[in-house]
């Protein structure tokens, strides 16, 4: 198995511009969760889905931020406008039940 | 005002030796527990688990320890390995809010020649 795919790996943008992250899952697992890692406040779930359902969006930060999950084998997070404090390494994990969550590779986002 | 990054703990030890990480988690509801490596420019990496239903579980040279009493977790990896240098991570979760996960800050584990 590949494990989590995310793209880009690495994301460069400037203030004001859409951003959009891409994330595949395990095949079979049915929960989905966006992290975001920053020095200042370490790991953060931002969003996590079940069967492509979102269950708990506590943890987006705000209305610029946004995710889907169109299907079991595909998700977004998306933020629009981006602003330099969004600049963090985010990383989308997968599980399946009560497994232990399997973390992608993060995408480093910086916004200039 | 000033925004302080957060401080990890380090641990330092020599090639060779065991080495103990330390968690303390608060909430007294979670039953289910994960230790997280975390090496630098990658994603963390699933290491081993326990259940509160237990209170010792071995895998590959790591060993997690779970004292319920005191709300204590702790790692144990055998023979530490300079590729042992990482980020390392305790995660906690009730298993009834459908597996969402709570870290630790972490604590950053150094191994020396």
């Known amino acids: 198995d590949a494990g989590v795919i995310q793209s880009p790996r690495h994301e460069v943008t400037e203030m004001g511009q859409e951003v959009t992250l891409r994330c595949k899952p395990i095949?079979?697992?049915?929960?989905l969760f966006w992290y975001r890692q920053t020095m200042m406040r370490g790991l953060e779930l931002l969003i996590y889905?079940?069967?492509?359902?979102?269950?708990?969006d506590s943890g987006m930060p705000e209305d610029r931020f946004s995710a889907k999950m169109p299907n079991a084998s595909f998700s977004t997070l998306k933020i629009q406008p981006s602003e330099p404090r969004d600049s963090a390494v985010y990383f989308c994990?997968?599980?399946?039940?009560?497994?232990?969550?399997?973390f992608g590779p993060g995408t480093r986002l910086t916004v200039l | 005002g000033e925004s302080v990054g957060l401080h990890l703990p380090t641990l330092s030890v020599q090639e060779g030796d065991n080495s103990i990480i330390n968690c303390a988690y608060s909430?007294?509801?979670?039953?289910?527990f994960i230790w997280y490596k975390q090496e630098s420019g990658k994603g963390p990496q699933f290491i081993i688990d326990?259940?509160?239903?237990?209170d010792k579980r071995q895998g590959q040279r790591v060993t997690v320890l779970l004292n319920k009493t005191v709300k204590h977790l702790s790692l144990q990896i055998a023979a530490t390995q300079p590729g042992d240098s990482a980020v390392y991570f305790c995660?906690?979760?009730?298993?009834?809010?459908?597996?969402?996960?709570?870290f630790g800050t972490g604590t950053r584990l150094q191994v020396t020649l």
């Open positions: 994990a997968s599980s399946l039940g009560l497994a232990g969550e399997f």
């Open positions: 095949s079979g697992h049915n929960s």
């Open positions: 889905f079940n069967n492509n359902v979102p269950i708990d």
């Open positions: 909430n007294s509801a979670s039953d289910y």
């Open positions: 326990i259940r509160s239903n237990m």
């Open positions: 995660a906690e979760s009730n298993t009834g809010t459908a597996s969402k996960l709570t």
